[in-house]
């Protein structure tokens, strides 16, 4: 039964929606998404390590995630002081393309270790008003390069 009153909103409508509901959305619907996978999701009550959840495969094995969204082909990046490369360490991209469902990627931090045209490694030496960073260059002519990070492809390859 629908609501006369609800405004009708179309179908994957991104636009309309300000960077907090945006980011939030990908981090609840990375949650979503690793919990539908099987996986055991706790989210970070305090994130002052740049970590947005905690991810358990088994009683043995954990990985932290930390979830960037974009609504756009650009430049994501993350602090090398709250994301370090480890074994552990994952980034959970979502990319927001307007009128599109989102597209996660899922990209082990390891992966940083050999630089590519997607994958950017930027230390800007002292002086700088950049920190050092890890680079994800997410063009129209990188997106292709992104495929290979799929989520859930990562997801049961990585995490099993």
Do not use: C
Not at 31 to 39: I, Q
Not at 104 to 110: D, G, Q
């Amino acid at each position: 039964m629908s609501d006369p009153h609800r405004q009708s909103v179309p179908d994957h409508s991104w636009e309309r929606l300000n960077p907090l509901q945006v980011g939030r959305y990908a981090e609840y619907l990375v949650k979503m998404e690793f919990t539908r996978l099987g996986f055991s999701v706790f989210g970070a009550e305090v994130d002052d390590r740049g970590i947005d959840m905690v991810v358990r495969t088994d009683a043995a094995q954990y990985f932290d995630v930390q979830v960037k969204s974009s609504r756009k082909l650009s430049y994501i990046f993350l602090s090398k002081d709250k994301f370090e490369i480890a074994k552990n360490v994952l980034a959970a991209i979502v990319i927001f393309f307007e009128g599109e469902p989102p597209r996660l990627f899922l990209i082990p931090s390891t992966a940083w270790k050999n630089p590519d045209a997607l994958l950017r490694d930027r230390d800007y030496g002292s002086g700088r008003k950049s920190k050092p960073e890890w680079g994800i260059n997410v063009s129209r002519r990188n997106l292709p390069l992104l495929d290979r990070f799929a989520f859930e492809k990562i997801a049961q390859r990585h995490m099993t």
